[in-house]
Every structure is written in structure tokens, then in C-alpha cells.
């Protein structure tokens, strides 16, 4: 069989036509999600039931045809592993108790059985894919997990997290340590199970001063690589640093991931300039962009097409999709992409 062009593409190849896949493309923009949820009751039991977080994967690939199925399940999975109690509330977002800004993080027992469900949707998800389509597992990086588990939910700059990590760098040292060795395992066993390549979601890699940057961006992330590597080599990691602008090219060389993914922020002739030679990127429209529509969006995805004509490149928004994008807004998308004026 041909290797599978989102596959390809994180080897170094580059197809005529750009492989694509959008983040977080399972969930609320789909009515068939929105239904699937509104039937289980919540997130946590859709995403524990591997029937169901099967189906939800394979949704966007049944509707669109996209390169890449990425899993259903959750960043907070993890933190809910390492003992945390996690919710989602509706219209309140994600919460994980207690949290530890005022709690001792060894006081936590670490339940790692609460990951089995997951590597059930896996083994699902692998045999319902057409032959095309690459299979995509994911984790948050240790920054991005931790300032939830710290601050307990989203928060607007991270800024508790930001203190304790200055405060106390030993104690939040083994919090992110102890995020990063199960991220490993856990990544191991997704791959184990069916996943081809892997995303790190770094979503707010943007909010950290350079120093700290090193120190909880780039260190965690080269730990998680090399610790990945070890035990399922040759399989790809993309890493996400959301924010990370002119520190991207550090990060690239200093992590080991095979792969860039770039937020809408960052300008692509930049990118394609400045991201290491040969290296795979994937991005970056606005999801905005998207939701606008029209000449707009045709306008926007032609100029990232144009500057990654020479590289490796994944078509891919540059944060999640939102969930009042139109449907067929996307349809168009995936029609100039693969059809381009
Ligand atoms: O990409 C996909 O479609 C696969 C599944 C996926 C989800 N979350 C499902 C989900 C992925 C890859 C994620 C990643 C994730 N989760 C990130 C990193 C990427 C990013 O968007 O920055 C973060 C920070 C989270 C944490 C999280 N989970 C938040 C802040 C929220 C609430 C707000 C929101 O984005 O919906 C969630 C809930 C969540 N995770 C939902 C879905 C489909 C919505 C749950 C619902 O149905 O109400």
C-alpha cells in the first residue's frame, strides 16, 4: 500500500497537494457530536466509552474526508490520571479538584487505570479508518496540563501558575516532571494500540518569559521526545508551542519533534524562512478565517499555500476550530486546499 499522504508529509515528503486535518475537529461545530453528547450526558462519559469517543473520531473523517482522524479524548485526561477529580460543567469549562495551588501535589494518589478506556477507543478507531486517512493520538504538554491542574480550570494568562513556578521551582518542578513520565506512557500505549504519529498541544506556550520558556517549554517537551523515542522509535511527534513566535526556531532544534505546528500568529514566509530546513510544518489558518468564509478565507489559505510551497507541509487551522463554524465553510476549505485557483 502507498504510505498515507499525512504520514508522508511528517517523513519529509511533499505531495502536489497538501494533506489536511483541523484541531479539534471532533466536537461541538458537528450536529452529529452535538447529538452524541446531548444522548451520553456529558464529555467525561462520551470520552470514556470507547464505542462512543470511536464514533466521535471517526465522524469528521465520514463527513469531510480528512487526512488525519485524531483521537477523541481530552488534554485533562492526564491530570485526571495523576489523582485529580475532573468535571465539565456546561458552558463553565473544565474543572480538575482539588487544585494545587493550595494543595499538595503528593498528596494526590495517581489512578493510571483511568487511561484504559482511552487505549479501548484506539484499538476501535484503528480498524474503522479508510486505508488513507492517518491515525493521530495526542497529549498537552507538561506547561499547559499543569496550569490547569495548578489553577484547577482555565485561567486568562496563567498568571497563578506563572507565580508558583517562580515561587516554588522545586515543587512545580515534579509536577511537570510527573505530568511528562505519564504523558510518555501514556503516548506509548495509544501508539501501541493503532495511533501513527503523535501531537503535543501546547496551548499556552505564549505566556512564559524566555528563561521559562527553556525551563517548562522546551525542557518537558524534549524529556517526552526522548522518552517516546526510546520506546516507539521512528513514530512522529508534532509539537503545538501556541504563542511561542521567535522562539519557535529554539524549540524546534531543542525538542526533537519531527514536526512544527505554527498558530495563525505567525507570518508563514517567517516560518518557511526560519524553521529549521526540511522540517515538516503544519498550520496555520485563522479560525476566524474560517468562520468569515468567502473571499476572505479563500485569500488566507492561498497565501499559506504559497509560502510552504517548498516544504513539507500540513494544511491545518492554527488553533482549534470554534463551534459556530459554518459547515460549509470547511467544505470549501477542503476544495481549495486539495483544488487550489
Ligand atoms: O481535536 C479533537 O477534536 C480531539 C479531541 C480534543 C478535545 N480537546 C476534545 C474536547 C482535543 C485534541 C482537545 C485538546 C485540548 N483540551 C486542549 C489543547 C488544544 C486547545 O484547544 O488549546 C485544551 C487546552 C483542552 C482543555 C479543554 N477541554 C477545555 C479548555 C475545554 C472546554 C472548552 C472547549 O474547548 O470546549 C475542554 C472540553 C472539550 N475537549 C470539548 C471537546 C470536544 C468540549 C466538551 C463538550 O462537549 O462540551
Known amino acids: 500500500m502507498p504510505i498515507k499522504p499525512l504520514l508522508a508529509v511528517l517523513k519529509g515528503h511533499r505531495p502536489a497537494v497538501p494533506p489536511i486535518w483541523l484541531m479539534r475537529q471532533a466536537g461541538r461545530y458537528l450536529p452529529e457530536y452535538r447529538a452524541l453528547r446531548a444522548e451520553k450526558g456529558g464529555f467525561l462519559a462520551l470520552a470514556t466509552d470507547p464505542d462512543c469517543a470511536a464514533e466521535v473520531t471517526v465522524q469528521p473523517i465520514r463527513r469531510f474526508g480528512f487526512d488525519g482522524a485524531i483521537l477523541f479524548s481530552d488534554i485533562l485526561m492526564v491530570p485526571w490520571a495523576l ?11 473544565p474543572r480538575l479538584e482539588p487544585p494545587l495551588v493550595d494543595h ?4 494526590l494518589e ?10 479501548g477507543t484506539v484499538a476501535k478507531v ?6 488513507q486517512t492517518t491515525f493521530l493520538g495526542f497529549a498537552g504538554s507538561p506547561w499547559t496540563v499543569a496550569t490547569y491542574m495548578v489553577a484547577g480550570k482555565g485561567s486568562k494568562d496563567q498568571g497563578e501558575t ?7 521551582p522545586q515543587a512545580f518542578g515534579a509536577i511537570v516532571d510527573a505530568i511528562a513520565d505519564m504523558t510518555v506512557e501514556y503516548l506509548a500505549r495509544q501508539i501501541e494500540n493503532g495511533v501513527e504519529a503523535v501531537q503535543l498541544f501546547d496551548s499556552w ?12 517549554v522546551i525542557a518537558p517537551n524534549a524529556r517526552i521526545v526522548a522518552g517516546l523515542t526510546a520506546r516507539c522509535p ?20 531543542e525538542t526533537g519533534v519531527h514536526a512544527l505546528g505554527l498558530d495563525e500568529t505567525v507570518d ?5 524562512a526560519h524553521v529549521p530546513e526540511g522540517m515538516p510544518v503544519q498550520g496555520n489558518l485563522d479560525p476566524l478565517a474560517l468562520i468569515t468564509g468567502g473571499e476572505t478565507l479563500d485569500a488566507a489559505i492561498d497565501r499559506i499555500l504559497s509560502a510552504f510551497a517548498d516544504r513539507p507541509h500540513i494544511f491545518n487551522l492554527g488553533h482549534g476550530i470554534l463551534p459556530d463554524t459554518p459547515i460549509a465553510h470547511v467544505e470549501r476549505l477542503i476544495a481549495r486546499v486539495r483544488n487550489p485557483a
Open 83 to 93: 489523582g485529580q477529580d475532573l468535571s465539565f460543567g456546561v458552558g463553565e469549562g
Open 104 to 107: 499538595l501535589f503528593s498528596a
Open 110 to 119: 495517581a489512578v493510571p487505570e483511568r487511561l484504559e478506556p482511552v487505549y
Open 126 to 131: 484503528a480498524g474503522l479508518l479508510p486505508p
Open 162 to 168: 506563572r507565580r508558583f513556578a517562580y515561587r516554588d
Open 205 to 216: 506556550a505564549g505566556s512564559l518569559s524566555p528563561a521559562q520558556f527553556e525551563r517548562w
Open 234 to 253: 521512528g513514530v512522529p511527534i508534532i509539537g503545538f508551542p501556541k504563542g511561542a513566535g521567535g522562539k519557535l526556531p529554539a524549540y524546534a532544534r
Open 268 to 272: 508563514p514566509e517567517w516560518a518557511a
